[in-house]
């Protein structure tokens, strides 16, 4: 698994919308890139709609948060629409990028896991716990206090 100090690791998935995402676009910015197992379910609708309603926050900060699960393009398409969320959330349906952060589950689903990153393109902080809370309290600590 991707560890703290370790460079942000190249990946690239389409988002809801089915428009190319790279980590090229991260480059020189502080990220929440977020693992999440499915789309619309209770624990990964939690997190998602705390990340959803800190944004502006994030955005002021200037920190992207990106959302990834192995869903495919229409099922994060309609877990953004009905919950309105507006940042990206990329389809992984080939499990690509997270093998490449070693976030996926023997069941072919992604774990859990958040990667923090600050501007310099490093991970800072690695937060891989079941609960959705942790993982938002953990982001905010590090982005948006002080």
């Given at each position: 698994m991707v560890a703290v100090g370790d460079p942000l690791p190249k990946f690239a998935a389409p988002d809801?919308?089915?428009?190319?995402?790279?980590?090229?676009?991260?480059?020189?910015?502080r990220a929440v890139i977020y693992f999440y197992p499915q789309a619309d379910t209770p624990g990964c609708t939690i997190?998602?709609?705390?990340?959803?309603?800190?944004l502006p926050e994030y955005q002021a900060a200037g920190v992207q948060v990106v959302g990834v699960s192995t869903d495919d393009c229409p099922a994060?398409?309609?877990f953004a629409t009905k919950y309105g969320l507006s940042f990206p959330l990329l389809a992984d349906s080939r499990q690509e990028v997270a093998k490449t952060f070693g976030v996926l589950n023997p069941r072919g689903r992604a774990r859990r896991v958040s990667f923090l990153v600050e501007k310099d393109g490093k991970v800072a902080e690695v937060v891989d716990a079941s609960s959705a809370d942790t993982h938002l309290t953990r982001a905010r600590a590090r982005f948006l206090s002080g």
């Open positions: 809801q919308d089915g428009k190319p995402f790279s980590s090229d676009s991260l480059l020189g910015k997190e998602a709609k705390g990340f959803r309603d800190e994060q398409k309609a």
